[in-house]
């Protein structure tokens, strides 16, 4: 299937990127990421005119596509650098997972959605990114990849999830939606084996992480 990157799409995501930076979004390279990613692609049809403001809009299976500000803000709380091992907990529509990859990371990245990840892996690989993706329990991480210099948790967490911690490498972070309804992005860090860290960043709202995986019915 064609893909379509025009000029206007450009002009568009240029424009994403300045309202971007009015919003405390200050990292280049995550600014350089989003610049670089057609979110149209990722984006359900019926909403690819309006791609590029600054809005989630639902995709298949009941989830959604973050809004740019939130994928760029979950981007920059990371740190990451080029080469890093990163854990993406929820694939999703694979925006967030392109946006990493743009910026160098080696990405492993868990659905539990089966129609998600068939979607999200095929459009991915289309588009040029090299990524592990793995259709999983994102609360059981990926033990046998670990461990992680980054995990990144795109969907809200009521707990933080025992097996992620462990599968951080010292030293590392990790950025996670906190709370059921509403929930607050938190940033994690492992000081040593057995200490963590936590700041709280902002109120958010993301769809709930669940256990298990789809079954095809």
């Given at each position: 299937m064609e893909r379509i990157d025009s000029f206007r799409h450009k002009g568009l995501r240029n424009r994403l990127v300045q309202e971007l930076k009015q919003k405390r979004i200050t990292d280049?390279?995550?600014?350089?990421?989003?610049?670089?990613?057609?979110?149209?692609?990722?984006?359900?049809s019926s909403f690819v005119k309006f791609a590029y403001?600054?809005?989630?809009?639902?995709?298949?299976?009941?989830?959604?596509?973050s809004q740019p500000y939130t994928v760029a803000l979950q981007s920059q709380l990371l740190e990451v650098e080029k080469g890093e091992k990163v854990l993406e907990v929820g694939t999703g529509s694979g925006y967030q997972a392109a946006v990493l990859m743009e910026m160098g990371v080696q990405l492993f990245s868990i659905e539990r959605?089966?129609?998600?990840?068939?979607?999200?892996?095929?459009?991915?690989?289309?588009?040029?990114?090299?990524?592990?993706?793995?259709?999983?329990?994102?609360?059981?991480g990926l033990p046998p990849s670990a461990p992680f210099d980054k995990i990144i948790v795109t969907a809200g967490a009521p707990v933080?999830?025992?097996?992620?911690?462990?599968?951080?490498?010292?030293?590392?972070?990790?950025?996670?939606?906190?709370?059921?309804?509403?929930?607050?992005?938190?940033?994690?860090?492992?000081?040593?084996?057995?200490?963590?860290?936590?700041e709280q960043i902002e109120e958010c709202a993301f769809v709930p992480m669940?256990?298990?995986?789809?079954k095809d019915l």
């Open positions: 280049i390279e995550v600014l350089r990421a989003i610049g670089n990613v057609p979110r149209h692609l990722f984006i359900d403001q600054d809005k989630a809009f639902p995709i298949a299976a009941g989830q959604t596509i959605q089966r129609e998600l990840y068939q979607r999200s892996t095929r459009l991915l690989k289309e588009l040029g990114y090299q990524g592990r993706f793995i259709l999983g329990d994102g609360y059981e933080i999830p025992r097996n992620l911690l462990i599968q951080l490498k010292v030293g590392g972070l990790m950025v996670i939606p906190l709370g059921d309804q509403k929930q607050i992005l938190t940033r994690i860090t492992r000081l040593d084996d057995d200490e963590f860290e936590q669940l256990n298990g995986v789809v």
